[in-house]
């Protein structure tokens, strides 16, 4: 077996500190039980190199022998292949898992962001762009909750 190494900024500012997007790499992997190390890349002053496993210039990415992979989703969908515990080998499982990771990415996620921008850059919460930006983001999220109401996972046991 090849040893798994994600790839992460050496530092990170203030505000996405903890909520960068290798710690769903890492919690993923911790869930399946697969050994990994961590390694970090400059945040200033990366390296040409760096472009070589990540395009654009962004964390994380995974190394997997001969194998890079870049975009949290994308690992954690090569990691759902290495692992039941994160992906069902069935189809019907295998489906779900991916929709989930869709979704997460496009359906939440991408409500959300501009949310947290607005956080991170203390914009005002008041007028119609913040009420309906909170609005989206909460319906979003009330959508969720109630998938997860009527069971303990969004997939599996």
């Given at each position: 077996?090849?040893?798994?190494?994600?790839?992460?900024?050496?530092?990170?500012?203030?505000p996405p500190r903890g909520l960068v997007r290798d710690l769903r790499v890492r919690w993923a992997l911790?869930?399946?039980?697969?050994?990994?190390?961590?390694?970090?890349?400059?945040?200033?002053?990366?390296p040409a190199s760096h472009l070589d496993?990540?395009?654009?210039?962004?964390?994380?990415?995974?190394?997997?022998?001969?194998?890079?992979?870049?975009?949290?989703?994308?690992?954690?969908?090569?990691?759902?292949?290495?692992?039941e515990a994160l992906m069902p080998r069935d189809s019907m499982g295998r489906a779900a898992v991916m929709e989930w990771v869709f979704a997460a990415l496009n359906s939440v996620e991408m409500a959300t962001v501009p949310w947290v921008?607005?956080?991170?850059l203390g914009m005002p919460k008041e007028g119609p762009h913040w009420s309906w930006l909170d609005g989206f983001v909460q319906l979003r999220l009330q959508r969720l909750e109630a998938v997860l109401a009527a069971r303990e996972w969004l997939v599996g046991a």
């Open positions: 077996m090849t040893e798994l190494v994600v790839f992460t900024y050496d530092w990170v500012p203030p911790e869930e399946a039980g697969l050994p990994y190390r961590v390694e970090s890349t400059p945040f200033k002053d990366r496993h990540q395009p654009f210039n962004q964390v994380p990415w995974l190394t997997d022998g001969d194998v890079s992979i870049f975009e949290s989703g994308a690992i954690l969908l090569y990691l759902g292949e290495r692992s921008m607005f956080q991170f």
